[in-house]
């Protein structure tokens, strides 16, 4: 059984581009979250695709956008990159969105913003 | 989501057990706790959750107080491989995520 894959592993952007990170979730998951780690806090959620339709949101502003596909992948896409936004930034899939899933999450990808 | 909160750190032995707190006075009844913890570089880690009743897996214990304003996460017999932070969240399911505070950190003493 694969885990959960994330690409790339380190990303390094200027201010003002746009980046798209990658999600692979685990065999049979059908839901995926997004979260951004800045450095020394714990995650925070950015949001979450179920059968390819965000099911909701946390406090991140418009420009940070997904998708979900067929198969369960997942793109986290961030426009305008700010200063802020370096952070890693980690996807986890759950079998269902039920608060009595547990979440499995990638690596994370290292995005750095200069 | 309730919010929790966790001791900044905690020093233990190993092969002694450990018993990580956690404060979610918050919390609704339909609400699920979770425990999850991150070594570093490393995405977290799922490590048990409950939602009234204690439970029991391979990693750990969860026990939880009666009234869910409290939970403990217990591991039995340390070892070096447990120092890690530890989150505990809570989750309503649906649309909420996982919310995460600073969470714990353990160390663990040879």
């Known amino acids: 059984e694969t885990g959960v894959t994330q690409s790339p592993t380190h990303l390094i952007k200027t201010r003002g581009q746009q980046v798209t990170l990658r999600c692979s979730s685990q065999?049979?998951?059908?839901?995926v979250s997004w979260y951004q780690q800045a450095l020394g806090q714990g995650p925070q959620f950015i949001f979450q695709?179920?059968?390819?339709?965000?099911?909701g949101r946390g406090n991140f502003p418009p420009r940070f956008s997904g998708l979900q596909f067929p198969n369960y992948s997942s793109e986290l896409n961030v426009n305008a990159l700010e200063l802020d936004d370096s952070a890693l930034y980690l996807c986890?899939?759950?079998?269902?969105?039920?608060?009595?899933?547990?979440?499995?999450f990638g690596p994370g990808t290292r995005l750095t913003v200069t | 989501d309730a919010k929790t909160t966790q001791p900044n750190s905690m020093e233990s032995n190993e092969e002694e057990p450990v018993h990580l707190p956690c404060n979610h006075s918050?919390?609704?009844?339909?609400?699920?706790i979770h425990w999850y913890r991150q070594l570093p570089s490393q995405g977290p880690e799922y490590v048990i959750h409950?939602?009234?009743s204690n439970v029991n897996n391979r990693m750990a214990s969860l026990a939880i107080a009666e009234d869910r304003k409290s939970s403990t996460l217990i591991l039995h017999r340390a070892t070096l491989r447990d120092a890690a932070v530890y989150y505990c969240?809570?989750?309503?399911?649906?649309?909420?995520?996982?919310?995460f505070g600073k969470g714990t950190h353990l160390i663990i003493q040879p």
């Open positions: 986890a899939s759950s079998v269902g969105t039920s608060g009595g899933w547990e979440q499995y």
């Open positions: 065999s049979g998951h059908n839901t």
């Open positions: 695709y179920y059968r390819e339709e965000e099911n």
């Open positions: 918050t919390i609704s009844g339909t609400d699920y």
């Open positions: 409950g939602l009234t």
């Open positions: 969240t809570t989750d309503g399911g649906g649309a909420d995520g996982l919310t």
